[in-house]
């Protein structure tokens, strides 16, 4: 039975393609191998040994992974605040498909404080108004542009009444 | 190159496979320089170079570009070493440059390169710069799409917008294969709008690719030239959901390669398989290789699907692949979990991949993974007669698995091994048949810095490379430095020459 903690060692590292892989430990290959999966039964006992343990396993090019991971790691969680409520609250863009889902996901975030914020179709009848703030440091109300668009580019959310958006812009 | 004054068209590759997943050390070799020197000394009527996995830098690009008056063609396959500033030599000053395909490399952006094609340039007829990461200049791109009139294939980077997408395709109306760049844009707009007309007016597209940063509610504008694809790459499609995909999917019917990622779902591939009945590649790449997401993945039952078989077992659908697949000249499957057994029977997956063996008596290239044991090397050694390249990973007993292969696969060229019990024997039994194929490489197995020895000794006309990391070497003149004999070598590389070991190796590689 093979070492489990010595595969520590192999740790892969999504470094860029071209640098040194993390060298692996002197005593050489033992430490690469995996414990073999248990030929009864022991595809639901034991849990498979982790893939991201291996040097170059699975093969997938650099250049994917590091594609695969960017679109993993975009910032989509982003923080949402509400007017009138203690305190702020943090949503993940990524789960959310579009603007009517995320609408939903903020009612229910936000509900507890009793301000009145509720998922009425339409906007008009509707007292609060979801504004985002851009890459480029803008408050833009959110629905414009394309969902895709607007998750890669909202650095946060904020909750507003109606009345204090229109007001937005004016001189204050 | 003396011998080959007349030279006109020359392939080179480099490094080996495995160094596409980093296991090869950076500074292993595959200089592409002594080779553009000698060219430029030697071959002044060269037209042609195609590298793969070789390392080229600016300069070399440079070179090449001012020596050879008639050079056409450059492709550039995960290659590496150079920037923006070589490919900006290579448009000023190859006049007649006809096609520049640049795939899969590493190239460092270093700015403007595409505004350096003079305005008199109008040869191109397939420009590929979709690996690139930097920015291009539009209105160079836009105004070099619309002087060469010839273009016929155009891959772009992930820079190039939707707007500029609409713009450069409907000047190219005759383009055969298309990579778009990001792919979103609000469907209300003008520019979508004339991307529609620009697409319809499009007859000729019959590969499609690009496609990251996608709008799914823009893909209907490529729902037109759909039913003409023989190929579409979506792989690196990232935000298109399954239901989506299944949508434009459904419009392929003309459809022979199919490359996208696993969360086209089981019922995606149900689908593809209705309705792609052409097909005769399919690759799905895993969208979380590390298996910490929640998506909806493909499964067995989707595998079997595309060829219309019982759900079940891994083992089931391979069988049953194989027998609705026999046309399959290429078939690598790769189980993200090393040595994982059929999920349903838990056993060995060997019944699996011998069925695809001796179903697909043209198979030229397969990949095996999962829980492996020698048995399933009988049956490639039995059957795969016409089987070029192997890569085999995590399986395997004893040595008899590798001798079955050497003794059986009369076709093989490339054999790559990672990660299996084989050892010295089966190494040295099969000393007759390295010179007749191209490379094998060996890395985490059992064989020892003896046996490579004792091959090498047998066989002067191979380059046997070992490869160790080991901190302490005394930078090793003779074999192996400071590694004992019985010790196992961690790399093992060899190949035929007839020039003996080469003189560009890394200090901790030794050719025995």
């Known amino acids: 039975m093979e070492?489990?903690?010595?595969?520590?060692?192999?740790?892969?590292?999504?470094?860029?393609?071209?640098?040194?892989?993390?060298?692996?430990?002197?005593?050489?290959?033992?430490?690469?191998?995996?414990?073999?999966?248990?030929?009864?039964?022991?595809?639901?006992?034991?849990?498979?040994?982790?893939?991201?343990?291996?040097?170059?396993?699975?093969?997938?090019?650099?250049?994917?992974?590091?594609?695969?991971?960017?679109?993993?790691?975009?910032?989509?969680?982003?923080?949402?605040?509400?007017?009138?409520?203690?305190?702020?609250?943090?949503?993940?863009?990524?789960?959310?498909?579009?603007?009517?889902?995320?609408r939903e996901s903020l009612v229910g975030m936000f509900k507890c404080f009793s301000l009145g914020f509720s998922s009425t179709e339409g906007g008009c009848s509707s007292e609060y108004a979801i504004a985002y703030e851009d890459?480029?440091?803008?408050?833009?109300?959110?629905?414009?542009?394309?969902?895709?668009?607007?998750?890669?580019?909202?650095?946060?959310?904020?909750?507003?009444?109606?009345?204090e958006a229109r007001g937005l812009g004016s001189s204050s | 190159?003396?011998?080959?004054?007349?030279?006109?068209?020359?392939?080179?590759?480099?490094?080996?496979?495995?160094?596409?997943?980093?296991?090869?050390?950076?500074?292993?070799?595959?200089?592409a320089r002594p080779w553009i020197?000698?060219?430029?000394r030697g071959c002044p009527e060269l037209e042609e170079l195609r590298l793969k996995r070789m390392v080229i830098t600016d300069e070399c690009l440079e070179l090449l570009a001012r020596s050879f008056p008639n050079f056409r063609a450059l492709f550039l396959v995960s290659c590496d070493g150079f920037s923006t500033d070589g490919l900006a030599a290579i448009a000023t000053h190859c006049r007649h440059l006809r096609e520049l395909d640049l795939h899969e490399n590493e190239v460092d952006d270093r700015g403007e390169w595409l505004s350096?094609?003079?305005?008199?340039?109008?040869?191109?007829?397939?420009?590929?710069?979709?690996?690139?990461?930097g920015e291009v200049n539009a209105a160079a791109l836009e105004r070099l799409v619309a002087r060469c009139t010839n273009l016929r294939s155009l891959w772009m980077n992930r820079s190039v917008s939707l707007e500029m997408l609409s713009r450069i395709v409907s000047k190219a109306p005759h383009l055969e294969d298309l990579g778009t760049g990001s792919y979103v844009h609000d469907p209300h707009s003008e520019s979508y709008h004339n991307l529609i007309n620009a697409f319809l007016n499009c007859k000729s597209i019959k590969s499609l690719s690009g496609f990251w940063d996608v709008a799914p509610r823009c893909l209907p504008a490529v729902y037109p030239i759909c039913s003409?694809?023989?190929?579409?790459?979506?792989?690196?499609?990232?935000?298109?959901?399954?239901?989506?995909?299944?949508?434009?999917?459904?419009?392929?019917?003309?459809?022979?390669?199919?490359?996208?990622?696993?969360?086209?779902?089981?019922?995606?591939?149900?689908?593809?398989?209705?309705?792609?009945?052409?097909?005769?590649?399919?690759?799905?790449?895993?969208?979380?290789?590390?298996?910490?997401?929640?998506?909806?993945?493909?499964?067995?039952?989707?595998?079997?699907?595309?060829?219309?078989?019982?759900?079940g077992s891994t083992r089931c659908s391979l069988i049953t692949i194989a027998k609705n697949c026999p046309n399959f000249v290429r078939f690598r499957l790769c189980i993200l979990s090393p040595k994982k057994p059929d999920p349903l029977t838990h056993r060995p997956l060997d019944e699996g991949f011998g069925a695809i063996v001796q179903s697909c008596r043209g198979l030229r290239r397969l990949s095996v993974s999962g829980l492996l044991t020698d048995q399933v090397f009988l049956y490639i050694g039995k059957y795969a007669k016409k089987l070029e390249m192997l890569s085999v990973a995590?399986?395997?007993?004893?040595?008899?698995?590798?001798?079955?292969?050497?003794?059986g696969c009369r076709s093989l060229r490339k054999l790559e091994i990672r990660d299996c019990p084989f050892g010295d024997a089966a190494l040295l039994k099969g000393v007759g048949r390295y010179e007749a194929m191209r490379s094998l490489w060996m890395s985490s197995c059992e064989v020892t810095l003896r046996g490579c020895q004792?091959?090498?000794?047998?066989?002067?006309?191979?380059?046997?490379?070992?490869?160790?990391?080991?901190?302490?070497?005394?930078?090793?003149?003779?074999?192996?430095?400071?590694?004992?004999?019985?010790?196992?070598?961690?790399?093992?590389?060899l190949y035929r020459t007839l020039a003996g070991p080469r003189s560009d190796a890394p200090s901790n590689l030794f050719t025995l």
């Open chain 2, 228 to 311: 003409q694809l023989a190929y579409l790459n979506l792989s690196y499609a990232a935000t298109i959901q399954a239901d989506d995909l299944i949508n434009m999917i459904g419009h392929c019917t003309k459809l022979q390669k199919l490359w996208v990622l696993d969360c086209i779902g089981d019922k995606g591939l149900a689908v593809v398989a209705s309705r792609c009945k052409q097909l005769e590649e399919l690759r799905v790449f895993p969208s979380d290789p590390f298996g910490h997401g929640t998506i909806d993945s493909v499964t067995e039952e989707g595998l079997v699907s595309i060829s219309s078989g019982c759900p």
């Open chain 2, 454 to 493: 004792a091959l090498a000794a047998m066989a002067p006309r191979l380059n046997v490379e070992i490869m160790h990391e080991e901190e302490e070497d005394a930078g090793g003149i003779s074999c192996g430095g400071g590694l004992d004999d019985a010790q196992r070598v961690e790399k093992m590389y």
């Open chain 2, 116 to 133: 350096c094609f003079p305005e008199s340039s109008t040869s191109l007829v397939s420009l590929n710069f979709a690996c690139l990461k």
């Open chain 1, 3 to 102: 070492n489990l903690d010595s595969l520590k060692a192999t740790e892969l590292r999504l470094a860029l393609p071209g640098t040194e892989e993390g060298a692996p430990p002197a005593s050489g290959r033992a430490c690469k191998r995996l414990s073999p999966e248990a030929g009864d039964g022991g595809g639901g006992a034991a849990t498979p040994p982790s893939k991201a343990q291996v040097v170059g396993w699975p093969p997938i090019r650099s250049y994917r992974k590091s594609y695969l991971e960017e679109k993993k790691n975009a910032e989509t969680f982003v923080k949402v605040s509400m007017d009138g409520a203690p305190y702020l609250r943090k949503i993940d863009l990524g789960v959310h498909r579009g603007y009517k889902e995320l």
């Open chain 2, 1 to 31: 190159m003396a011998r080959f004054p007349r030279l006109r068209s020359l392939t080179l590759k480099g490094k080996p496979h495995f160094a596409d997943f980093n296991l090869v050390p950076h500074d292993w070799g595959g200089y």
């Open chain 1, 135 to 163: 890459k480029d440091g803008d408050w833009m109300l959110a629905g414009d542009v394309p969902w895709e668009m607007f998750a890669s580019s909202c650095k946060k959310l904020r909750i507003m009444k109606w009345a």
């Open chain 2, 394 to 407: 995590f399986a395997g007993d004893s040595d008899k698995g590798m001798l079955y292969l050497l003794n």
């Open chain 2, 37 to 40: 020197e000698a060219l430029a």
